[in-house]
């Protein structure tokens, strides 16, 4: 494991285990398969999948501002981060999958892959983890699991 340290690099050993960190997120880019592989090894329910662009204003304000939030990222680690770039050659397959017209788009799946909810467009931190609550809470996450 790497930590930075004010321009300095850290490694801390597997054996260090008190030293991990409490978050373990999973991040992939444009690897359905590896973020469902991911999700399924580390037990976790759901794929978050954010369809967005790096010449998209609001993907980079969404991914700024909201899902880089401590409250996001402590919150929400029963998710594994999937992004798909809009300018990625296999995209497409994708963006029809799940019907993506605008971005940011981001797609909750279960580890099949099926739909479970969806949010548009940027939006603040705070409607974001109410929104997802409402979804963990809600009869669509319960029977996902």
């Given at each position: 494991m790497i930590f930075r340290n004010k321009g300095e690099?850290?490694?801390?050993?597997?054996q260090d285990a008190d030293l991990e960190p409490a978050v373990k997120a999973s991040y992939y880019k444009n690897d359905f398969t590896g973020a469902i592989a991911d999700a399924k090894?580390?037990?976790?329910?759901?794929?978050?999948i954010e369809f967005g662009a790096q010449w998209c204003p609001a993907c980079l304000k969404f991914e700024?501002?909201?899902l880089s939030s401590e409250d996001f990222k402590t919150k929400y680690n029963q998710f594994t981060h999937l992004y798909i770039d809009y300018d990625w050659e296999g995209s497409?397959?994708?963006r029809d999958r799940y019907h993506i017209k605008d971005m940011p788009t981001i797609v909750l799946v279960n580890l099949k892959g099926d739909e479970l909810e969806r949010i548009h467009g940027y939006t603040t931190v705070k409607n974001f983890t109410d929104k997802l609550d409402a979804f963990l809470?809600?009869?669509k996450a319960t029977v996902a699991s």
């Open positions: 690099f850290s490694v801390v050993m597997a090894k580390n037990k976790k329910q759901f794929v978050l700024h501002y909201v497409k397959e994708y809470k809600s009869d």
